[in-house]
């Protein structure tokens, strides 16, 4: 669980810095922070603006939204998506994922503030799509991993 708030604290403090304009000892402090958040956090692989194809990827379908970033973690693969990505679109992609085999044990949470998926498939690879009003995002983790 402290693993993820850290990604979470790291893929919406990146996103913020990198909508705004930043002068040099701005950015040295926010790469600095950067690097001390990904070392705690074990995150590997960071990707801006595409799905990349992995281990993890390659057991999901390749979404419709807008990839923000991505990044390999020690504990799974994580995908942001960009701000317009809507509710409805995550929910449309959870039943993809279902139809895709992500059908074990799964669990859903629909309130106005946040919508969470969350499912397995046989292999006991697991999946959640997480949509709140500052992040939508896609946690992949394969077996033993979370």
């Known amino acids: 669980m402290k693993k993820i ?40 692989d960071v990707s801006a603006g595409n799905w990349v194809d992995n281990e993890y990827t390659k057991m999901v379908p390749k979404p419709d939204m807008t990839v923000s970033q991505s990044a390999g973690t020690g504990f799974g693969y994580s995908v942001v998506f960009s701000g317009a990505t809507t509710r409805d679109q995550m929910k449309a992609y959870a039943e993809k994922l279902k139809e ?36 939508n995002n896609l946690l992949i983790s394969k077996p033993g991993e979370m």
């Open 5 to 44: 708030l850290i990604l979470t604290i790291f893929a919406t403090s990146l996103l913020a810095v990198s909508c705004g304009s930043r002068n040099k000892q701005q950015k040295a402090e926010q790469d600095k922070l950067t690097e001390e958040v990904m070392e705690i956090a074990d995150i590997k």
């Open 100 to 135: 895709a085999g992500f059908n074990v044990d799964p669990r859903t949470s629909d309130d106005s503030d946040m919508y969470t998926f969350w499912a397995k498939n046989a292999d006991d690879w697991r999946v959640q799509l997480t949509v709140t009003s500052s992040a």
